[in-house]
């Protein structure tokens, strides 16, 4: 029996004035790993400065720059929302023209100061994958 | 979820959107006023670590009284509300409104609608407004 297909809606995390967050479908379940502080910081990040200010402008808070990383023939820049001990990974692009973070990865309870790189990786993968199943998604 | 930790992290996400939403608003107020943490801190009579660290992840030392103040010296103004409150004003504005629409499809015109026509300066205390309103009153008790 063939899959059925899921829309847009399904992917959707949170929406604001200036941009969109979309996510990997077990996203919230892969967040309840971490503390409920850290998992209502990254909301309140995503939600109240990324949708409604376009941006995250404090390093302490956003991790612009997570390295580059070869999926295919492309490479993709991973960023990272950061709370207390969580971190959250990610690639920015657009939604039908408006700027878009793609949610593809959560680190519940960093124990490194380095993010890990196979886990970046899979961030990027994982980012590609779900761009594809969005129509109107690009990054 | 569990019943305690939904109750832990929605008490966590009050906090946290209301410390994130007033550093975001810091932050844009910065940048459309052109002013770098240095000179911020410098307006505020601080340290610019005092400055970096209202900004950072912990925020530490925002308060209120504090937000109102850079707010200020960024040349914007706090503006505080809740979503009760918001929703509350939003319906005295539809009754407002709607009141005001059926004063103008009455036969009757308000005094204070034909002064404004009439570009005169309306007396709200006449007695022809509260012969006015008293008959609308009338008008709605019976609708």
């Given at each position: 029996?063939?899959?059925?297909?899921?829309?847009?809606?399904?992917y959707?995390?949170a929406?604001?004035?200036?941009?969109?967050?979309?996510?990997?479908?077990?996203?919230?379940?892969?967040?309840?790993?971490?503390?409920?502080?850290?998992?209502?910081?990254?909301?309140?990040?995503?939600?109240?400065?990324?949708?409604?200010?376009?941006?995250?402008?404090?390093?302490?808070?956003?991790?612009?720059?997570?390295?580059?990383?070869?999926?295919?023939?492309?490479?993709?820049?991973?960023?990272?929302?950061?709370?207390?001990?969580?971190?959250?990974?990610?690639?920015?692009?657009?939604?039908?023209?408006?700027?878009?973070?793609?949610?593809?990865?959560?680190?519940?309870?960093?124990?490194?100061?380095?993010?890990?790189?196979?886990?970046?990786?899979?961030?990027?993968?994982?980012?590609?994958?779900?761009?594809?199943?969005?129509?109107?998604?690009?990054? | 979820?569990?019943?305690?930790r939904?109750?832990?992290?929605?008490?966590?996400?009050?906090?946290?959107?209301?410390?994130?939403?007033?550093?975001?608003?810091?932050?844009?107020?910065?940048?459309?006023?052109?002013?770098?943490?240095?000179?911020?801190?410098?307006?505020?009579?601080i340290?610019?670590?005092?400055?970096?660290?209202?900004?950072?992840?912990?925020?530490?030392?925002?308060?209120?009284?504090?937000?109102?103040?850079?707010?200020?010296?960024?040349?914007?103004?706090?503006?505080?509300?809740?979503?009760?409150?918001?929703?509350?004003?939003?319906?005295?504005?539809?009754?407002?409104?709607?009141?005001?629409?059926?004063?103008?499809?009455?036969?009757?015109?308000?005094?204070?609608?034909?002064?404004?026509a009439?570009?005169?300066?309306?007396?709200?205390?006449?007695?022809?407004?509260?012969?006015?309103?008293?008959?609308?009153?009338?008008?709605?008790?019976?609708?």
């Amino acid at each position: 029996m063939a899959k059925a297909e899921r829309s847009r809606k399904d992917y959707l995390y949170a929406s604001g004035s200036e941009a969109l967050a979309f996510a990997y479908l077990e996203f919230e379940a892969d967040l309840e790993a971490a503390s409920a502080k850290d998992a209502a910081k990254i909301d309140a990040l995503l939600k109240q400065e990324y949708c409604e200010f376009g941006r995250v402008r404090n390093s302490e808070k956003w991790n612009a720059d997570e390295h580059r990383h070869k999926v295919g023939h492309a490479e993709y820049r991973v960023q990272a929302a950061k709370a207390y001990q969580c971190r959250v990974y990610g690639v920015e692009g657009s939604y039908n023209g408006s700027r878009a973070f793609f949610i593809s990865a959560v680190e519940p309870k960093k124990k490194k100061d380095k993010a890990d790189r196979k886990l970046l990786k899979t961030a990027a993968e994982r980012a590609v994958e779900l761009v594809a199943k969005i129509k109107g998604a690009k990054i | 979820m569990t019943d305690k930790r939904k109750a832990e992290y929605e008490i966590a996400y009050a906090e946290e959107a209301a410390v994130t939403k007033s550093q975001a608003l810091i932050e844009w107020a910065m940048e459309r006023a052109g002013v770098t943490q240095k000179e911020l801190a410098k307006r505020l009579g601080i340290s610019e670590s005092a400055v970096s660290q209202l900004l950072g992840l912990s925020a530490q030392n925002l308060s209120v009284r504090r937000l109102g103040k850079i707010l200020h010296v960024l040349e914007d103004e706090l503006s505080i509300s809740s979503k009760e409150r918001d929703r509350w004003a939003s319906e005295r504005k539809a009754r407002a409104n709607d009141w005001t629409s059926v004063l103008r499809c009455t036969d009757y015109q308000h005094p204070v609608y034909a002064a404004v026509a009439n570009d005169c300066v309306p007396d709200t205390s006449s007695y022809q407004v509260t012969q006015f309103e008293h008959r609308y009153h009338e008008m709605e008790d019976v609708a």
